[in-house]
Each structure stands twice: as C-alpha cells, then as structure tokens.
Nanobody, 124 residues
Framework: QVQLIESGGGLVQAGGSLRLSCRTS????????TAWLRQVPGKGRELIAA????????YYADSVEGRFTISRDNVKNTVYLQMNSLKPEDTADYYC?????????????????WGQGTQVTVSP
C-alpha cells in the first residue's frame, strides 16, 4: 500500500503561483510513477503531470506545458507541482496518485493509489 497526502492548495489570483506537495509513505519503493491530476465538478480527472520514479522522466498535458513543473525529492519522499502563470481555468481539485507499474504512466487509468486532494482556486 502507498499513502499519499497532498498540501499547498489555496486561493490565488490569476498570474500567480502555487506549489503543491505530495508526501508519500508506505511501500513507496513499489510505485513506478507519480502524477498530479485535477478534476472540475462534473468532469473526469485530467492527468496534467507525471514523473517516473526511476529516471525522473516527465510528462505534461498540453494545458499546463510550460507553466507547471513536476519534481520529486527522494529523501523526503515528496513530489511537487510548481504551478506558475495560473489561470482561472486551472481552478480544480488536485490529486496526487501513484502507479505500481510504468506501463500506462501517462494515463489517469494507470494509477492505483490516490490522495484525498487539495483545492486550488484561481480568481480572475
């Protein structure tokens, strides 16, 4: 089992920045990749950024490419999502997730463990 706890959400004005943190615990050695996903009420979860734990390969959705950066600190067992140039359309609940296999690490369906989420609100 892998436990994930997100933090860092909040209210920010458009153009501002936030950094989300995802602290992992449990059998973290068994996770192959970690991702950030977001969800707006009434819509499905969108995988926006992912990182492979073994070699730090990264993936970004087009909607956040160039504005968001995913990174990990293996000592702290924490994955970060630095969000810059935030837009009102970035408003959502943000979730951290871990995949036990690398096979579908660029897809939301490839993730087995989920955090509880943290809310991000971007005002115009």
């Amino acid at each position: 089992q892998v436990q994930l706890i997100e933090s860092g959400g909040g209210l920010v004005q458009a153009g501002g920045s936030l950094r989300l943190s995802c602290r992992t615990s449990g059998r973290t050695f068994s996770s192959a990749a970690t991702a950030w996903l977001r969800q707006v009420p009434g819509k499905g979860r969108e995988l926006i950024a992912a990182i492979v734990n073994s070699d730090s390969s990264t993936y970004y959705a087009d909607s956040v490419e160039g504005r968001f950066t995913i990174s990990r600190d293996n000592v702290k067992n924490t994955v970060y999502l630095q969000m810059n140039s935030l837009k009102p359309e970035d408003t959502a609940d943000y979730y951290c997730a871990a995949a036990s296999r690398r096979t579908y690490w660029r897809r939301s369906s490839g993730y087995d463990y989920w955090g509880q989420g943290t809310q991000v609100t971007v005002s115009p």
